[in-house]
């Protein structure tokens, strides 16, 4: 693709997800952004990434704990609003 120019049509291209042809549209400089500008951000992320690996550990340390079963027929119990 670094190849193609703006407006070319690539050859076939065969990925995980099937066969593509690309079309360059535009090209555009790679820019770097300030920590500053986007501090916020990285802390919102890493605070997600650790909240959501601390979540699977968790469960985890829950199913080698205990015997999960899943009853196939919960969605058919009623509920509260129903009774």
């Given at each position: 693709?670094?190849?193609?120019?703006e407006g070319q049509v690539s050859d076939p291209v065969k990925t995980q997800f099937g066969w593509h042809v690309i079309k360059l549209l535009t090209k555009t400089a790679a820019t770097?952004?300030?920590?500053?500008?986007?501090?916020?951000?990285l802390l919102s992320d890493y605070s997600t990434d650790q909240r959501l690996k601390a979540n699977q550990q968790y469960l985890?340390?829950?199913?080698s704990e205990y015997?999960?079963?899943?009853?196939?027929?919960e969605d058919n119990l009623p509920t509260?609003?129903?009774q």
């Open positions: 693709m670094i190849n193609l120019e770097v952004q300030a920590v500053d500008d986007i501090k916020e951000q985890e340390t829950l199913q015997t999960v079963v899943i009853d196939p027929f509260e609003a129903s």
